[in-house]
């Protein structure tokens, strides 16, 4: 056998006090950590298999179980840390790319956390929104340059169509393949629930969930699985994919062995083959060639439904966002670099893109420069942690924002970030059946539901504390955010002053 | 009435009702305490095969083979609880012959036990309904 270089990266401490032997955690972990030593007569762990994923934390009766980082340690070096080594260990016994999931865990700045918001004292009364009317409702879409009038004097309707949103939050896409089935069920029900929408993902829409349809937003990417007329009709807008932040410029790979009837079906593929997605829409090769996508569906749709455009935030965000606004589409959403996914190569994902702050200030400020902002609604992703974030975006310009990660957070996801290996001990990135069946879509719709009616109560109370009653007065008020701790370069790309000015 | 009724869509196999049954019904107040080392004999039980699973406890029928089997009057229909009270009890075993989904079995105390829906226990309504972290066991009224 090889040397193994690596040492198990977790532990797991089990108070033997406590434990009873009831094995639950040997049948929850589908890593295969625990089992029950005849010979000792008591549960032991392989932790090299640990992903900390909690499952057996969270389902021990007695609280007997904790992970623990391990102590175990190279000898000290700024440099080369410990990761670094481990994963050149790990390269060299593999000659692999180094895969891994869900967001850029970096210590990159968090622009978040370095602006502050305002509130009303003494001179603007703040609104108490227990007590008076607050609207957090918006609607995206390409808003009409000016108020027509046809020859009787009567308004004329030239809205082109628009996505009502109750709540200013959207769950973003995430494929039924990269998901299950219950994790798919519950994002829907949540969506309809909440007044909001999901998002069908690159994957296709199941037969099951189109009775959802006013609620979904329908994607086509590049390896266009799963696109037909019907399914371009059953949603409420159709987003093109051009990119995703966890991997810009990457496409995307579903292993064949996730690949069973039902997604096999969804997805209009054989069962079994892998489902690649180039890295490129492969007939896009420029903002006209996206402009003629942009109106294919428009076509396909009868012109009935707003089409999105999904980019990730890179250093050209702001002139490519201008090029889709020029390029017809009606809503814009762009990924910044710490969104989710079921699988990136590491080196990408750590590496490549840039923070969606930045990336939404500067887009918003160039579509107001050019005189375009009425023609799209900006929807911000990647990394959106909480209300306060979301008050946040919208000062900076965005319309709304889609959430993924806090939403799959919601629903079970301890972000072990092992999505690739497709055993999620949660039921929410497997396709394994005994695992999928972990997630109660009753229960987890709930918690979906319940997440983002406590935030929408916490938006409300914040823009409350402004003074503001209504989103729309918040949207692109980047006086009512102030800076701390950042430069003069991040303020003037933010937009914002620093705090004290 | 209220009964417990399970979901074998959900069930996970887990067997923490089983677990949770045998705490409720053991008088102590911590688990561990209850149940280490203990080799528990639970009034709920897990049956599976094929990646299939469900759990069993009694259901609580409207004409209980078992009440009618009763040699000795030890048990007996309360509010349509199927209620056994251990002094009457003679471990006859006829009700465990009797009852067709085995939701009867004997007790560590020499006679038998069976699902009391946690009526007569500390904890005052159904533990296995409680613990159950996916909502496969499930409490409520149905017709």
């Not at chain 1, 942690?385 to 301890?414: E, F, P, Q, W």
């Amino acid at each position: 056998m090889a040397i193994d270089f690596l040492y198990p990266e977790f532990e797991v401490v089990r108070d033997k006090d406590k434990c009873i032997g009831c094995r639950v955690c040997e049948r929850q972990c589908a890593n295969e950590v625990h089992s029950y030593d005849e010979d000792l007569d008591c549960m032991v762990a392989d932790n090299a298999k640990c992903v900390c994923c909690h499952r057996c934390v969270a389902l021990c009766p007695t609280r007997a179980l904790k992970i623990v980082k391990t102590n175990h340690t190279f000898r000290e070096n700024a440099n080369w840390k410990g990761e670094h080594i481990s994963e050149i260990y790990r390269q060299a016994g593999t000659g692999g790319v180094l895969l891994s999931s869900m967001g850029n865990p970096k210590d990159y700045p968090i622009y978040w956390d370095k602006m502050l918001i305002n509130a009303s004292q003494v001179t603007n009364p703040s609104i108490d929104p227990l007590r008076e009317p607050m609207e957090t409702r918006v609607f995206l879409g390409a808003k009409p340059e000016k108020v027509e009038f046809n020859s009787r004097g009567e308004i004329k309707n030239n809205l082109t169509p628009q996505l009502k949103l109750d709540i200013p939050i959207m769950f973003s896409a995430m494929s039924y393949g990269s998901i299950s089935y219950n994790a798919h069920e519950s994002l829907a029900r949540a969506a309809e629930e909440l007044g909001t929408y999901y998002n069908t993902g690159e994957g296709g829409l199941h037969k099951d969930f189109y009775k959802y349809g006013p609620h979904t937003i329908v994607q086509v990417a590049s390896g266009r699985f799963g696109v037909h007329k019907d399914y371009l009709n059953a949603g409420a807008a159709i987003e093109i994919k051009m990119g995703q932040g966890a991997k810009p410029g990457i496409g995307g790979h579903l292993p064949g062995i996730k690949v069973g009837d039902d997604i096999s079906k969804t997805r209009m593929i054989p069962e079994g083959s892998d489902a690649i997605s180039p890295a490129p829409h492969h007939d896009i090769y420029s903002i006209e060639d996206l402009r003629q996508l942009v109106y294919s569906l428009k076509e396909a749709s009868d012109y009935k439904k707003p089409i999105i455009v999904k980019i990730a935030a890179v250093h050209n965000v702001a002139a490519i966002a201008s090029g889709i606004a020029r390029g017809g589409a009606d809503i814009i959403a762009i990924d910044g670099y710490r969104g989710g996914t079921g699988a990136a190569p590491t080196r990408i994902r750590d590496n490549v893109g840039i923070p969606i702050e930045l990336a939404l200030a500067s887009v918003d400020q160039r579509l107001r420069e050019e005189g375009i902002r009425n023609k799209v609604s900006i929807v911000v992703g990647g990394s959106i942690r909480s209300s306060a974030d979301i008050v946040k975006a919208i000062a900076l310009g965005a319309d709304a924002v889609y959430i993924g990660t806090s939403a799959l957070l919601a629903l079970g996801c301890h972000l072990c970030r092992s999505c690739q290996q497709g055993r999620c001990n949660w039921g929410i990135a497997t396709q394994r059946e005994d695992l999928v069946r972990r997630l109660n879509p009753d229960i987890g719709y709930k918690r979906l539901v319940n997440l983002l009616t406590a935030w929408n109560h916490e938006i409300k109370e914040i823009m409350g504390g402004m003074g503001i009653n209504s989103i729309e007065s918040l949207r692109g008020n980047r006086l009512m955010l102030r800076g701390i701790g950042l430069t003069e370069k991040e303020l003037q790309i933010l937009g914002i002053k620093h705090a004290g000015e | 009435m209220k009964r417990i009724y399970v979901d074998e869509k959900w069930c996970l196999g887990c067997h923490l009702c089983e677990y949770n049954c045998a705490f409720a019904n053991s008088g102590k107040d911590d688990m561990s305490k209850a149940l280490k080392n203990v080799k528990i004999n639970p009034r709920i039980q897990i049956e599976e095969k094929d990646g299939i699973s469900f759990a069993v406890s009694c259901r609580h029928c409207e004409e209980p083979l078992c009440v009618k089997g009763c040699i000795t009057g030890a048990l007996s229909v309360v509010d349509g609880v199927i209620e056994i009270d251990k002094d009457k009890c003679v471990g006859c075993y006829t009700c465990i012959m009797s009852c067709p989904y085995g939701a009867i079995m004997p007790s560590d105390d020499g006679v038998v036990q069976k699902c009391e829906l946690c009526l007569k226990n500390s904890h005052g309504k159904p533990a296995c309904v409680e613990g159950c972290p996916n909502r496969a066991i499930i409490f409520e009224e149905k017709e």
